[in-house]
């Protein structure tokens, strides 16, 4: 069943919709490589939580997997701000594709930048290369995951991860709350896993690791992510005072 892609602007941000009132992406037009929506944000908070872009040599990210493209927003910022990054997208929708080209400023693809249309979750079992940054936000036009929210999808992307692997989801939209989609996670990595609070939209971005552990102290993530901001303009200090005021820093320190 094909996607219908509808495009709206309002107060200078373009706004990416199936078929219904749902964001499913937003572009500001002056700043086309930010990332507008604040749950897009979150999801880039591996780069506190890993050695890479906010360090010196920022080797961290160097390959990228982003299931679902939306607006493109994680694929430009990731290809702007990460020079070292190879990115790979699968989106199953070519007219989204078609859309993010027409409206959206996505890059053309090159050495280190590739599109494959097909399923994400199909991609991910059939296809054995890793990945040190999965980005997971892909849904339908009623804001469901299907496959991207299983067990076998979670435990299969965990094989796929390199040393230094991190996985970032989306969970908003799952029918009945995101607990049971976290449990999922938690399972397939070993506990290895947390959500961050829950963003103004409702969106609840879920963080998990494989490889070598996670340990940042509050006063840490708060160095980096104003190092963060310094260098992108991607300010997460928010979310840092979020995690410690939702307790879910327990000791002030973040392990993973």
Same mark, same amino acid.
């Given at each position: 069943? +094909?996607?219908?892609? @509808?495009? +709206?602007?309002?107060?200078?941000?373009?706004? #990416?919709?199936?078929?219904s009132d749902w964001v499913q992406g937003a572009m500001r037009i002056r700043k086309p490589n930010a990332l507008e929506l604040a749950y897009t944000r979150e999801m880039m908070a591996g780069l506190l939580l890993r050695d890479g872009l906010v360090d010196d040599p920022g080797e961290w990210p160097e390959d990228v997997l982003i299931i679902g493209l939306g607006a493109a927003s994680l694929a430009k910022f990731v290809y702007h701000n990460c020079p070292q990054a190879r990115i790979k997208v699968v989106e199953i929708?070519?007219?989204?594709?078609?859309?993010?080209?027409?409206?959206?400023? #996505?890059?053309?693809e090159d050495a280190r930048f590739s599109i494959h249309v097909g399923c994400g979750a199909q991609y991910v079992l059939e296809h054995d290369r890793h990945f040190d940054y999965v980005l997971v936000d892909g849904f339908d036009r009623n804001a469901r995951a299907g496959a991207l929210d299983t067990l076998p999808f979670y435990q299969a992307v965990r094989s796929r991860l390199s040393d230094r692997g991190l996985m970032a989801v989306n969970l908003f939209g799952r029918s009945r709350g995101y607990k049971a989609s976290l449990e999922r996670i938690i399972t397939a990595? @070993?506990?290895?896993?947390?959500?961050?609070? +829950?963003? @103004? +939209?409702?969106?609840?971005?879920?963080? !998990?690791? !494989?490889?070598?552990?996670?340990e940042r102290s509050l006063a840490e993530l708060r160095e980096r992510a104003a190092l963060l901001?310094?260098?992108?303009? #991607?300010?997460? #200090?928010?979310?840092?005072?979020?995690?410690?005021?939702a307790g879910t820093v327990p000791g002030g320190v973040l392990m993973l």
């Open positions: 069943m +094909s996607t219908p892609i @509808d495009i +709206s602007e309002e107060g200078g941000v373009r706004y #990416l919709h199936f078929g929708a070519p007219q989204v594709v078609a859309a993010a080209r027409q409206f959206f400023k #996505l890059p053309a990595f @070993d506990d290895r896993a947390l959500a961050f609070p +829950s963003v @103004d +939209s409702g969106n609840v971005v879920a963080f !998990a690791a !494989a490889g070598e552990p996670i901001k310094w260098g992108t303009g #991607l300010d997460l #200090l928010p979310t840092v005072t979020r995690l410690e005021q």
